[in-house]
């Protein structure tokens, strides 16, 4: 029996880091499911574009906020096992109504508490991790759990389809809110505190390092430049779900069951690039490039491409369109590793989990007026629809480019470690990094 118990824990931080994994999967079909049904749902309900991305851009009303509470105030504070299971049983409460009702309220008010249910969603699933791994094993399994990101719209796009064609829109809702259920109850059997919950608790009351004074660091630039960059980004990961599906089905007249396929495939292509987008900065930094060119000026190019894929892409059709499309939502995805990174890196230890919490949870709020303004660019070609989709695509890539122009401008890690060098005790760097942020001498490339 103390054998079986033995064994039992021994595999405890890999079945919660499955569970939480799946926890990220559900997180984004529920995202997801709302694109999905974009088209029943504006015929059913008689919605125009311009309502749709209203009721699209309610899901963010609360989303930052929440992100930012939790972020501040409950994580720590409350055992993340229970944090969990109050985020999942709002995710089910808000999915479920919506299958029992014929009411546009009723479905504004159920996207609005889903967003505040999923804003906490990715910090909270990353501190449970964290409490069951080391710091020098903690990089691995959070990889692990961002792939639920990309694992839940490769998976959620043919299988919500399958569900909204065969049994209608509503029930695409109910599935979701279901599957929240039959997670949650594996959760309250597996989940679990974690042996590195108490001493990271301690190791942070007892962190006494020198804080940069709040406006030296919320004003630096290298901080401006990466807020910038990240809401831009966040604009197009806000939008996919709700526009990119009908985008897709009216706006290139693709049928409903292929728009779930097509939307897989541009996961698909994701996931492998945030693996090698990752691996490729981690290897520059050790290799002696600087955080400007690994970070800084990736995060640059990764948008500049995501903005020109998606204006080339307007004007091209077949399979060159579908690949185009593929890069331009999925490349922003690599700003939101090479973005924290930065943070991290510039920050002492007892401001970096507030700086990256807030600033990646305060940039969602793109997302509430990225579905509104597309919604309405889309509405003012009035029965030209897909000349509309096409306006509102263009000028995403706009929004791409300016921030792709705030991170070739503004985000330059080495100067602000300089910078805060000046602050006496200053521990912002990490180990065996010189006082300039670099871990060998010379090699930069110039934005």
Known sequence: MGNTNASRERWRPYTVLIMLFLFQTLNFFDKLVFGLSAVPIMKELSLTPQQFGLVGSSFFLLFSLSGIFVGLFVIGRIPVKWILVGLALIWSATQI?????????????????????????????????????????RSVPSAVILQGISVGLLVGSPLLTYVIVSYGWRSGFLFCGLLGLVWLAAWLVIGKEGPYAVANARKDAQDDGLRIPATALWLDPTVIGIIIMSTMSYWIVGMSATWLPPYLQQGLGYEHTQVGWIISGVYIFQSPLLLVGSWLAQNMLKSGWSRRAALGSASGYALLASGAALALAVYSSGALQLALIAIAFAAPSLTTIYGPVALGAISPASQRGRLIVVIYSANAASALVSNAITGSIIQASGDNVPAGYANAMLFTALILAIGAVSAFAMIFPERTLTRFASFPGFRGLG????????THPGKEIKA
């Open 431 to 438: 180990n065996n990094q010189k006082p300039d942020g670099s």
């Open 97 to 137: 109504p919506i299958y029992f009702s014929t009411s546009i309220t009723v479905l504004v008010v159920c996207r609005i508490f889903l967003g505040l249910g999923e804003g906490p969603g990715l910090p909270t699933a990353l501190h449970a991790c964290y409490d069951w791994f080391s710091t020098e094993r």
